[in-house]
């Protein structure tokens, strides 16, 4: 059984930064994709950036292209989504979320639980 936890969320003003980090447990088998999707309330949930199993950045939201990165820790158990240059257009849920291959569609098999990220004046 595969769990993600993010955490890092919190309130941040206007052009400030935050990394959330997903801490993934339990065992995959196979080469999964992580990613970080964005949900604002009554909202479908939007893809933001995915990372593959080696590390290596493979896609990026346009809206966050040059403002976010995404990476992984050297032991692979833990994602990060460093955000800087915070706009009010980012205040959502974040998720982390993990498939065999990358997928702008939020059709994952394994997701956290979300961190709130609110960028305020």
């Known amino acids: 059984q595969v769990q993600l936890v993010e955490s890092g969320g919190g309130e941040v003003q206007v052009g400030g930064s935050l990394r959330l980090s997903c801490a993934t447990s339990g065992t995959v088998y196979g080469n999964y994709v992580w990613a970080w999707f964005c949900q604002a309330p009554g909202k479908e949930r939007e893809f933001v950036a995915a990372i593959s199993w080696r590390g290596n950045p493979i896609d990026y939201a346009d809206s966050v292209k040059d403002r976010f990165t995404v990476s992984k820790d050297n032991w692979e158990t833990i994602i990060f989504l460093q955000m800087n240059n915070l706009r009010h257009g980012d205040t959502d849920e974040y998720y982390c979320?993990?498939?065999?291959?990358?997928?702008?569609?939020?059709?994952?098999?394994?997701w956290g639980q979300g961190t709130q990220v609110t960028v305020s004046s």
């Open positions: 979320a993990g498939k065999p291959c990358v997928s702008r569609k939020p059709e994952y098999d394994y």
